[in-house]
C-alpha cells in the first residue's frame, strides 16, 4: 500500500523519502503556496508505527483535526493544515475507494458553474437573513450534502440559523461544531465507520450520517458560525479536495454576507440621517445641534422686525445663509441685494452701493441706481462689513440712519425703504478702538447681534450636513466608513461649513467606492501618531518586499534576484526568517 499526500490543488503526492520536508520555499519536497505557509514550515517522517507530522520549528503553526500539534501520528483519511493548507494523508487503497475519486475536468466545472451561480445568487442586494438561506442552500447543493445546516455559537449558546431540512436538537449542541467554533478550523470525518470517537458524535447518530463536514462561516462582525454538511449511505464520503471547495465557498459567502450587512447598515444609517436632515433643516440651513437651534430661534424672532442685524461668525459658517433666512421670515416684499465689502476696491463700492448720475465720473454714459435703492422694500446685505473703507463709512451712516440714498453726481436724496444686516468675522469693536471703524455706524448696524457658530461647536450637524452633501451629488458613494464617521467628527474645520461642503463634494467626485473613508476626505492622516522610526522602515521593506515578489509572478526566488538578495535575506525581510 503506498501513501500519498493530497496537496490543496488536488494533486497526489507519493511519500517516498522517510521524511519529506513542507514549506514555501522551492527546496522543500512539498511546495506549498499559501498564506501562512513559512519558507521550511513542517515534517513529515515515517517509523515504525507509520507517519507523523510535526512542525519544522517554533512558530509554525501544524493543526492536526483542529487541533494545534507539537507532534500527531497521522492515519491514511487525516487531513491536517500547514498554515492555511489543508493537506490530507491518503493511501492508494483510498484513492481506489469508489467515490473518493480525484477532481476531473467536468466535476472542476461544476464547482466552476454553481460557484458562479452561488455569488450571483448572493449579488442581488437582499436582507442578511434572506442571504444566510442562499448562502447555505448553495453550500449543500455545491458540496452534494444531503443534509445542511448553519448553526450559530455565542459563547456556549448554539442556534441553528437556516438549514435544508428539520434538524434534532441534538445535532446542534454537538461535539463537532464545538470543535470547529473553539479552533476555527475546518473538520473533515471522511468515513464515520472507521473513526469509533467520530462516529459517536451526537450529530452523525442523529441524523444517521456516513461522513460529515464541519467549515467556519465568519462574517465579520457576526459571531462566527458552523457549516455543518453531511452525506447519508449511498452518497460517497466527503474528500479532502471537497473540504477545500467547501472551504473557498464559506469564504466568499462570508465576504458577500459582510458587504450585505454593512450596505444594510448603511441604508439603515442613510435613511435615519435623511429623516433627521429633513427635521433638521431650517429655511436651507442643516443643523439639530443646540446652537443651532438658539440661531434659528433668534431668526423666527427677529425675521419679522425692522431691526438691523449683525451676523459675527466666523468665515464660512453660513452667515450669508442666516441673512437669506432672516430675509424670507421678514415678510418684506422687495429683494435681498447683497455686496461684498472685502471683494471690491473703494471707488467701486461707492458706484454700486449709493449709484450714479450719468457724467458723474468718467465712463458714467447713463443714470444708475445702486445697490441700496435695488434693496427698497427689501433686505441690504453688507458681507465683510469690517472692510468697508472708512471714507465711505459716514455715507453710509446717513443712508442707514435717515433711510435716504444719494446718487454720486446728484445733489437730492432718494427715500428707501430697507433693512440692513451685515456680516463680520472679526469683532467690528477692535476696529472701533483702532480707528478703522465709525462707532456711530456701528451702533446703527448693531441693533441686534446674532452670533454663528462655528462648526466645530454644532456636534452631529456635521454628519448630517455631509450626508446632505453626498446626496446631492448623487454619485456612486452613498455614506461613511466609521472610521471616517470618527474623523469627520473630530476634524477642527477652520474652515467651517464651507471646508466641510467642498472636502465631501471633491471625495464623492473622486472616490470610486460606495463608502468614504477618512482618506478620500484627506481627514485623520495629520493626526496619527507617528511610527518609530525602525517600526517604519521595517514595514516599508516588508512591503517593498512582498511588492517584488507580486511582480516576479509570485516568485520569491526571481524577487530575491531582483532585489539583489539572497532567500534567507528574502524570508527575513518578510519576518519568516528560520
Ligand atoms: N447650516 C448649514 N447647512 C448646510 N450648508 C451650509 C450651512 N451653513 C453654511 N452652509 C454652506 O456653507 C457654505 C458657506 O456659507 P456662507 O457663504 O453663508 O458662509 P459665510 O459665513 O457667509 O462665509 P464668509 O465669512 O466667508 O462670507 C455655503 O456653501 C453654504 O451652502
Known sequence: MSVFLVLPDGRRLPLTKPVMSVGSDSACDVVLDASGVKASHALLFRDARGWSVSPASRGCEVRVRGKRVELAP?????????GSALLTLASSEQAQAPGVAPPTATSRGRLVSVLAGFASRLLVQRPPAELLE?????????????????VSAEGTRRHVLCATGPVPEAAVVDSLVDRVV??????????????AVLAGAPSVVALRLTSALVLPLRAEPAPLSAVYLGRRVGSAPFSAVELEEALALSALAAMLLATSRELTELRAQVDNLTQRIEAATFEGLIGESRPMRELYRQVERLGPTSLNVLLQGETGTGKEW???ALHRRSGRRGRLVAINCAALPESLIERELFGHARGAFSGAGSDRPGLVEAADGGTLFLDEIGDMPFALQSRLLRVVQEREVTRLGENHPRKVDMRVISATHEPLETLVEKGAFRADLLFRLEEVRVDVPP???????VLLIAHHVLTQEGRRARGFTQKATEALRGHPYPGNVRELVSRVRRAAILASGELLGPEDLELGGDDAPLTPLDEARDAFVQRYVREAITRSGGSKKEAAQALGIGLRSLFRYLGEGD
Open 74 to 82: 497521522l492515519s491514511p483519511g487525516d487531513t491536517f493544515s500547514v
Open 134 to 150: 442562499t448562502a447555505m442552500r448553495g453550500l449543500a447543493e455545491a458540496t452534494g450534502a444531503d443534509v445542511g445546516f448553519l
Open 182 to 195: 473553539a479552533s476555527g478550523a475546518p473538520v473533515l470525518v471522511p468515513d464515520v465507520a472507521a473513526d
Open 322 to 324: 442666516v441673512a437669506r
Open 455 to 461: 462648526l466645530r461647536e454644532r456636534g452631529d450637524d
